[in-house]
Nanobody, 115 residues
């Protein structure tokens, strides 16, 4: 069974840091592009970061220099290290991938940035 489990969200003050984890099972995450996507209430889902098979990365402009996506192949887990967090980063964060004609999503983890 293919599963993605996002975790690590919580409440953090502006300027703080948080690391999200996406544990993959049923497939090898390093064989596919892995993404972090976020959605704030009333907003569309927004692609935040991508990591490729060769560990190249891409970021949405608003998080460049603040967020880092990485992968631990031994743990089959993808991470999103978030620093210098802003209130506008508040959203539910999802990990996702696509293969075999199907899109796979984690259930998401809530990140709230507030003083």
């Amino acid at each position: 069974e293919v599963q993605l489990q996002a975790s690590g969200g919580g409440l953090v003050q502006p300027g703080g840091s948080l690391r999200l984890s996406c544990a993959a099972s049923g497939f090898t995450a390093s064989s596919y592009h892995m993404n972090w996507v976020r959605q704030a209430p009333g907003n569309e889902r927004e692609l935040v970061a991508t990591i490729t098979r060769r560990n190249s990365t891409d970021y949405e402009d608003s998080v460049k220099g603040r967020f880092t996506i990485s992968r631990d192949d031994a743990k089959n887990t993808v991470y999103l290290q978030m620093t210098s967090l802003k209130p506008e980063d508040t959203a539910v964060y999802y990990c996702n991938t696509y293969f075999g004609g199907e899109s796979y999503w984690g259930q998401g983890t809530q990140v709230t940035v507030s003083s």
